[in-house]
């Protein structure tokens, strides 16, 4: 076709943005058809409707004016974000990290930006995530696997067939809720001895109020150099970790177990703590033992987009 007339050049093909909401940045990625990161970004979250809102707008902005993204045809967003989530509707409710008590985010989110919106809480985006971005194709097409989200708090999200299971009341995953006797402290959620108690950031925080911005690192130092108090919680942590691996294992038994979440950045140490909880518990049961958890689970590589790019798995369809 001659020069000077005009025309488009046909769309490389389509993108899905994904974005995840959390409680300090928020994340966006484009996926291709390939399910291959084209574009990121990351940006400061605002707090509060309008804040969360603000936010996203702006990143999404952002993203479609990326010169890599011209060829290709935007077809849908997802939105992760923490919080009650209805993805029926897209509603979001006692988001209280990012400061939301209840917003229609879907509505909102598509009236503004004129694209199909799909909203999932984060913990299961990111274990679409984990299990699409680091499963073989075999497990990622037809498997299962399960996300245990250690942050400051402990859930996880669970994959059955390549696709997200909520529960009937959307409660499928929290687990951090069961009350384990390890300890009988009350929870906020009003029952006594939930294992989010131990196996948290804001569990760790508790307990454990060394030197430092980030008390989970200052404990794994003291630790290491042999604070008794520091081992002792340590030792606590490991458990309710190793506790929560065996829940998923006999609950859902998935092929792998993905560890994410801010304790993730702890690196080795953490695997290393849970791998010798784990494998303690198996030299006392042979039914334990004969499930190879420990061989199951992996930790996410740092960095890696789960929750951004879960979102826009999600939004697929």
């Given amino acids: ?38 574009c990121s970004l990351r940006r400061p979250t605002g707090q509060g409707n309008s804040g969360v809102l603000r936010t996203l707008f702006a990143a999404v902005a952002e993203l479609r004016e990326a010169e890599i993204l011209a060829p290709y045809r935007l077809v849908g967003l997802g939105i992760g974000v923490p919080g009650a989530v209805d993805p029926a509707t897209g509603k979001v409710s006692n988001a209280v990290n990012i400061g939301v008590a209840e917003l229609e985010l879907g509505a909102l989110a598509e009236a503004g930006l004129g694209l199909k919106v799909h909203v999932e809480n984060d913990v299961n985006a990111a274990a679409l995530g984990a299990h699409h971005l680091l499963s073989d194709r075999t497990c990622a097409d037809q498997g299962s696997s399960a996300y245990l989200n250690l942050g400051t708090g402990l859930a996880a999200g669970l994959i059955s067939n390549g696709g997200l299971v909520r529960g009937a009341a959307g409660a499928a995953g929290e687990i951090g809720h069961l009350p384990l006797g390890i300890t009988q402290e009350p929870c906020p959620c009003g029952q006594t001895g939930c294992l989010e108690l131990i196996a948290s950031g804001s569990g760790i925080a508790r307990q454990w109020t060394g030197d430092g911005e980030f008390p989970a ?47 993730n950045a702890l690196g080795e140490p953490l695997l290393e703590g849970i791998h010798r909880e784990l494998a303690r518990t198996a030299g006392l049961s042979p039914f334990i033992a004969g499930l190879g958890l420990g061989r199951r689970v992996r930790l996410v590589p740092p960095g890696l987009p789960i929750g951004s790019a879960g979102a826009a798995l999600a939004a697929t369809g």
């Fill in 1 to 38: 076709m001659p020069r000077g007339t005009g025309a488009v050049q046909p769309a490389a093909g389509s993108i899905r943005i994904g974005v995840d909401i959390g409680g300090t940045k928020t994340e966006a990625v484009a996926l291709d058809e390939h399910n291959t990161v084209l």
């Fill in 217 to 263: 690192v200052s404990l794994f130092e003291h630790a290491l150099l042999g604070d008794p108090l520091a081992v002792a919680v340590q030792d606590r942590f490991f458990r309710g970790a190793a506790a929560a691996i065996r829940v998923l294992g006999l609950s859902v038994d998935p092929a792998v177990i993905y560890i994410g979440g801010g304790l």
